[in-house]
């Protein structure tokens, strides 16, 4: 509409920029009819994010990289520092040396300027953005609770981001002004000069803001996004990768921060910038990345080699049951427990997969001693045993990357293609597995998550969702599976359904752990 182009066009503030986007976007969402796909999709969206896990995940995720950030710029800062210490004005990125007050002060007022650059886009983009500002559910009280739901959630997202965007961009910004000699004088006086200088700043701090919180551009997600507009193919990706861009770029920074990242530097400071297609400033900024991550893998192989932390299931099955009976998990960490301040804490096996994207690098390194310990054992010498050296340092390396297809979006489709090689079902074989792993996984996913949340909280214990050939189940035992799955993110249906799991010993199994007090409930969540 004219008007709200020309409110966007006279917007001359951060404020009138805001409303005049969300104006446009929301006459965007109210010309759009509602139809029985889009009103399913939007409950769809509510019911995976739309629970408390999503938000402390978020800030967890998003506190991580900054930790990571922090040494990365520590890194960057010092080799800046020591070796271009006389480099030309404006092509340094980082230092050690304090930033001044009125450069801090600058930096701060200038991330209000900017937050809406650095927010473009949104959390889960704008058509996810546009699908959420739709009054989908009706104008009845119920619809309208679940529309606020909605648009309350996605806000809730956006600002927890904007916590993380404003800490990183106001240091980068910072850091970038200081390592340059820019003065705030210089900043203010409006030339040619200064505002190119404060343009390549600006460049610089976004691109740093959005990376720490997983919000830079990702050509793989695009391409994904795309795709889920074909039918048929659509439908693949949305159940078994619903969002792409934040998932993709929380992949992506795990292989920069990882032995990896180092190769990708040699890769760019051999090649890239000798030919001028980037500059040293971005490379050096590639090498303190993997150095980073490196220093996380290295941690995990040396806990991993005293036996304190556990990565992927071991090759033997039986290995592998007997280290579930004693309770050690995948991607765990076990204390030996012990008295603290004079309070008893026993022995624990804690799984920190949910750390992404530091715990990668961490569990790589811990599946690379693993591999190496299993492989290594032996009598071979000579030619034999640096033939067996090799081949297993080559072995430790691919498996190394398991954590990366376990931990991250590629699970989705590690499960997938894992479906394929497994399947039994009749006359299709693997194709046929396929499917219906695909039309379970989207299924399951209209079952709000919160519910299964709740319904693990009031009742810990573990369900089995297996069913047998011989069910006299409408779809089978695959529609029988997918049932019990779905059921057992019910609340009290859950626990009428699905019978206890039974462990080795005849007990009931625990699927969480953590005593009956609100600590326990919110742990066990």
């Known amino acids: 509409k004219p008007e709200l182009e020309q409110a966007l066009l006279n917007a001359d503030s951060e404020k009138a920029l805001k409303d005049a986007e969300d104006a446009i976007l929301q006459d965007i969402a109210d010309a759009l009819p509602a139809t029985p796909y889009t ?3 939007s409950w769809r969206y509510l019911a995976m994010l739309g629970n408390p896990l999503t938000h402390i995940r978020n800030i967890v995720s998003n506190a991580a990289m900054l930790a990571t950030r922090t040494i990365t710029r520590f890194e960057r800062g ?8 006389d480099a030309e004005q404006g092509k340094r990125t980082a230092t050690l040396r304090a930033a001044s007050p009125e450069i801090k002060a ?12 650095l927010q473009a886009g949104g959390k889960v983009g704008f058509m996810q953005q546009i699908q959420m500002k739709r009054n989908m559910f009706g104008k009845n009280p119920v619809g309208r609770t679940l529309n606020n739901a909605a648009k309350g959630n996605l806000a809730a997202l956006e600002w927890e981001d904007g916590v993380f965007l404003r800490l ?3 240091e980068a910004l910072a850091s970038y002004l200081t390592a340059n000699n820019y003065t705030y004088a210089f900043l203010s006086d409006g030339s040619a000069k200064a505002n190119d200088a404060l343009g390549r700043a600006r460049a610089h701090a976004i691109k740093e803001a959005q990376r720490a919180t997983y919000r830079d551009f990702n050509s793989v997600a695009q391409f994904l996004n795309k795709g889920k507009r074909i039918p048929g193919l659509g439908l693949v990706i949305e159940a078994n990768m619903p969002f792409t861009r934040t998932p993709l770029n929380i992949a992506k920074r ?14 760019q400071f051999f090649w890239d910038v000798r030919r001028g297609k980037m500059n040293a400033a971005d490379a050096l900024n590639t090498l303190c990345s993997g150095m980073t991550g490196t220093g996380i893998f290295a941690l995990g192989v040396l806990l991993a080699g005293h036996g304190i932390i556990k990565a992927g299931g071991d090759d033997d099955d039986r290995a592998e049951k007997f280290d579930e009976m004693l309770g050690r998990q995948k991607y765990s960490i076990s204390t030996p427990g012990g008295t603290l301040f004079g309070v008893e804490i026993p022995p624990a096996n804690v799984t920190f997969d949910w750390l992404t994207p530091v715990c990668i690098p961490f569990f790589a390194g811990a599946s690379f001693a693993e591999w190496l310990d299993e492989r290594m054992k032996g009598d071979e010498t000579g030619v034999a045993a640096a033939r067996k050296i090799l081949n297993t340092l080559i072995d430790a390396l691919s498996t190394s990357f398991d954590p990366l297809m376990q931990l991250s979006v590629l699970s989705g489709l590690n499960d997938l293609l894992s479906s394929y090689k497994g399947g039994d079902t009749d006359k299709l074989g693997g194709i046929g597995q396929m ?20 319904a693990r909280t ?9 069913a047998s050939k011989d069910t006299d189940f409408p779809l089978g035992k695959w529609g029988e599976q997918t049932a019990r799955k779905m059921v ?6 859950r626990s009428k359904v699905n019978e206890p799991y039974i462990d080795a010993w005849g007990r009931d199994e625990s699927s969480s752990y953590g005593p009956d007090t609100p600590a326990g409930y919110a742990f066990r969540a």
């Open 39 to 41: 009103i399913t999709t």
């Open 78 to 85: 010092l080799v800046e520092d020591v070796f271009m210490s």
């Open 106 to 117: 600058f930096a701060q007022s200038d991330y209000n300027i900017m937050r809406e650059t």
């Open 168 to 170: 990183v961009y106001t």
């Open 254 to 267: 795990a292989v920069e921060y990882s032995p990896v990242g180092l190769a990708a530097a040699a890769k």
């Open 435 to 454: 499917i219906e792993n695909t039309v379970s996984n989207y299924a399951s996913q209209y079952v709000p998550t919160l519910g299964g949340q709740i």
């Open 458 to 466: 009031v009742d810990p214990t573990r369900r089995v969702t297996y």
């Open 488 to 493: 057992n993110k019910v609340p009290v249906l």
